[in-house]
């Protein structure tokens, strides 16, 4: 099938919503005919002419940390805790509008505000289903990281606690829990967050799997 539909997309913002398997002139063609927003994700070295000729828009490079246990540094802080017993009223304030670097956030063609509710949306998804941890400093909620299986899917910090030098340490204790059970963590994130890309360089992740990622608004 050339598109997979998105249902969560689309109820927030009120479009069916699509995720193109390919980039070929058939399902391009496609995408400018039915109605719907659109998403392909392409190699960054592929010939990008087709998808400009067809309306599609650059809005993220994605890039793929991962880290083998090994490889792990840690930076533990006696006063660094974690906990999944946090509740959506604890954590959505912390998650509303913290993801600037998101693509649905870099397309001009959408509501930012729907932006942020999809990740709120998508957190409070996680939390039912007991992927969230709550990080603490002196038992203060200071953000929180959500793992599916062994990916940090989606993260945010309180601003009060940015730039503090605390975020290995929150890193590091969810990562070190994880790591009881697995042996490689992986994450997801924009190549244009600097700080998520030092964080996890910090702890010994490496980088793969890098992808260009278009949308395309069809009325």
């Not at 479009?15 to 400018?32: H, K, S």
């Not at 969230?132 to 400093?137: A, K, L, M, Q």
């Not at 940090?152 to 009881?180: D, E, I, N």
């Not at 996890?200 to 992808?211: I, R």
Request: with cysteine; charged share 20%.
């Amino acid at each position: 099938m050339s598109r997979k539909p998105t249902p969560w997309d689309a109820a927030v913002f009120a479009v069916p919503t699509f995720e193109l398997a390919d980039a070929g002139e058939q399902t391009l063609q496609m995408a400018i005919t039915q109605p719907g927003h659109y998403t392909v994700k392409v190699d960054p070295l592929a010939c990008k002419k087709a998808l400009h000729d067809y309306g599609f828009y650059y809005c993220d490079t994605l890039i793929e940390p991962y880290c083998p246990k090994a490889r792990f540094k840690a930076f533990v802080h006696a006063e660094v805790s974690i906990s999944k017993a946090v509740t959506f009223a604890q954590v959505q304030p912390i998650c509303h509008g913290a993801f600037a670097h998101g693509r649905f956030q870099r397309d001009f063609n959408l509501d930012r505000v729907k932006a942020d509710l999809r990740y709120d949306n998508w957190l409070a998804a996680l939390l039912a289903e007991d992927k969230v941890y709550g990080v603490f400093f002196r038992g203060d909620l200071a953000g929180f990281i959500a793992v599916d299986g062994n990916i940090l899917v989606l993260h945010a910090l309180s601003a009060a606690y940015r730039g503090q030098g605390l975020s290995k340490c929150f890193w590091t204790a969810v990562c070190q829990a994880c790591f009881a059970d697995l042996e490689v963590l992986k994450s997801s994130i924009s190549a244009t967050n600097i700080p998520a890309l030092n964080l996890y360089a910090s702890l010994g992740f490496q980088f793969s799997h890098p992808v260009d990622v278009y949308h395309r608004l069809t009325p």
